[in-house]
């Protein structure tokens, strides 16, 4: 069976310092692969999908960006974090070529910037 | 065009009460309609999901209704309890595959 892993769970970081978080699928070739933050009680922001290996798209300008270097490893990177990247940071995993699958999520990675 | 609306933004039921939520979208491209349950600290998971072929669907208590003509679809909880204290997402995907919307999801507390 497929299974997603986030870590870490949570993070506390100081505003100006870098980011690193990872997310790796097991149990799946080639999938979708998406990056979402949500607000304290808000709702889901798409940052980034991929649908491959260094494919990846980017659906709001911000602070962030998105690297896939292996085919099951996504990886969301800032070089220097601002007060406003605080949130929960969700990654998830769909499918690849088929429309109309549902998106598996992790469990995602709370981080908190000082 | 994209977006997805939902309402209540927050919702209290005795236990034992039914539970309604819904949504109404406007582009004709969306053809799936899943719904996805939170709990806090987790990821969203999968609850339960529609194509706009069938006009309800039901999984245990959980049951979609879909009204194509207005383009709105719910979901419904019936015998609510406790444990479906979290927060709920519908959400829509277009005919290309291509565009994957959350609506902004409804707090739903379940009284014991």
């Known amino acids: 069976s497929q299974t997603i892993h986030q870590w870490p769970a ?3 970081q100081p505003v100006g310092s870098p980011l690193s978080l990872e997310c790796t699928v097991e149990g799946t070739s080639n999938p979708n692969l998406y990056w979402y933050r949500q607000a304290a009680g808000r709702g889901l922001q798409l940052l980034f999908y991929s649908v491959g290996i260094g494919q990846i798209s980017s659906e709001v300008p911000q602070n962030l960006s998105a690297s896939r270097p292996q085919d099951r490893q996504f990886i969301l990177s800032s070089k220097k974090l601002l007060l406003s990247d605080s949130g929960f940071y969700l990654c998830a995993w769909s499918p690849p070529g088929f429309r ?9 990675t709370r981080l908190s910037i000082l | ?32 309609f899943p719904w996805y349950q939170q709990f806090p600290g987790k990821g969203p998971a999968l609850l339960i999901a529609i194509r706009p072929d069938v006009s309800e669907k039901k999984e245990g208590r959980f049951t979609i209704s879909f009204n194509k003509s207005a383009k709105q679809f719910s979901l419904h909880i019936m015998d609510s309890q406790p444990g479906d204290s979290a927060t709920y997402f519908c959400a829509a995907e277009d005919n290309y595959g291509q565009n994957f919307v959350f609506g902004p999801g409804t707090r739903l507390s379940v009284l014991p």
């Open chain 1, 100 to 108: 109309n699958q549902p998106q598996h999520f992790g469990d995602g």
């Open chain 2, 1 to 32: 065009q994209q977006q997805v609306k939902q309402s209540p933004q927050s919702l209290i039921v005795q236990k034992g009460g039914i539970s309604i939520i819904n949504c109404a979208y406007e582009n004709t491209a969306f053809d799936y």
């Open chain 1, 10 to 12: 949570t993070l506390v």
